[in-house]
T-cell receptor
Framework: ETGVTQTPRHLVMGMTNKKSLKCEQH?????MYWYKQSAKKPLELMFV???????ENNSVPSRFSPECPNSSHLFLHLHTLQPEDSALYLC???????????????FGPGTRLTVL | DAKTTQPPSMDCAEGRAANLPCNHS???????VYWYRQIHSQGPQYIIH???NNETNEMASLIITEDRKSSTLILPHATLRDTAVYYC??????????????FGQGTRLTINP
């Protein structure tokens, strides 16, 4: 049990659909992250929120729109995606993005997204 | 780009110690080494981290060379459930105070019965 949950676990959507991925952490952390893992590629950091403020946007296309209403919840809104966006989307949390001391990230189980 | 290099795959017999090497020759003095593992299609699981001293927890041991250019993750008694991709990661500083994990391709460890 990592304390980070993600819903849905699987999602199939068409290129004209709008959907949202949800992440919730029960660890009292202040930083939350979205990662993308495409087939046979390393995890890529997409977005970072620290104390509800977006502090990192790793050149992600605008068809991905994050939202962080509070330190426990993180959303990734999806619209007009392409088939190459099919991937495992992982959420993670940690105590503090700007922590000088070791700051371990804890990951959720991921959402397997397929874009048709 | 990942700052670590790992063998793409390794095999180990069940019950034996699994020793996973990692090279991080460009690591900076204040950068930590982290190990995570990912069982098929699940989220990465934190295992252990260290700076310069050897570390041990209930999952594994981490041995870091004195020059910090390489490390070894040791699973003392591997079980079939330890089959996974193991990532050695250097936590990279991007701006003052902010650091991020840069994942590479990892080592696919297979535990054989």
């Amino acid at each position: 049990e990592t304390g980070v949950t993600q819903t849905p676990r699987h999602l199939v959507m068409g290129m004209t659909n709008k959907k949202s991925l949800k992440c919730e952490q029960h660890l009292g952390h202040n930083a939350m992250y979205w990662y993308k893992q495409s087939a046979k590629k390393p995890l890529e950091l997409m977005f970072v929120y620290n104390f509800k403020e977006q502090t990192e946007n790793n050149s992600v296309p605008s068809r991905f729109s994050p939202e962080c209403p509070n330190s426990s919840h993180l959303f990734l809104h999806l619209h007009t995606l392409q088939p190459e966006d099919s991937a495992l989307y992982l959420c993670a949390s940690s105590q503090d993005w700007f922590s000088e001391s070791p700051d371990t990230q804890y990951f959720g189980p991921g959402t397997r997204l397929t874009v048709l | 780009d990942a700052k670590t290099t790992q063998p793409p795959s390794m095999d180990c017999a069940e019950g034996r110690a699994a020793n996973l090497p990692c090279n991080h020759s460009t690591i900076s003095g204040n950068e930590y080494v982290y190990w995570y593992r990912q069982i098929h299609s699940q989220g990465p699981q934190y295992i252990i981290h260290g700076l310069k001293n050897n570390e041990t927890n209930e999952m594994a041991s981490l041995i870091i060379t004195e020059d910090r250019k390489s490390s070894t993750l040791i699973l003392p008694h591997a079980t079939l459930r330890d089959t996974a991709v193991y990532y050695c990661i250097v936590r990279v500083s991007i701006i003052q105070g902010a650091q991020k994990l840069v994942f590479g391709q990892g080592t696919r460890l297979t535990i054989n019965p």
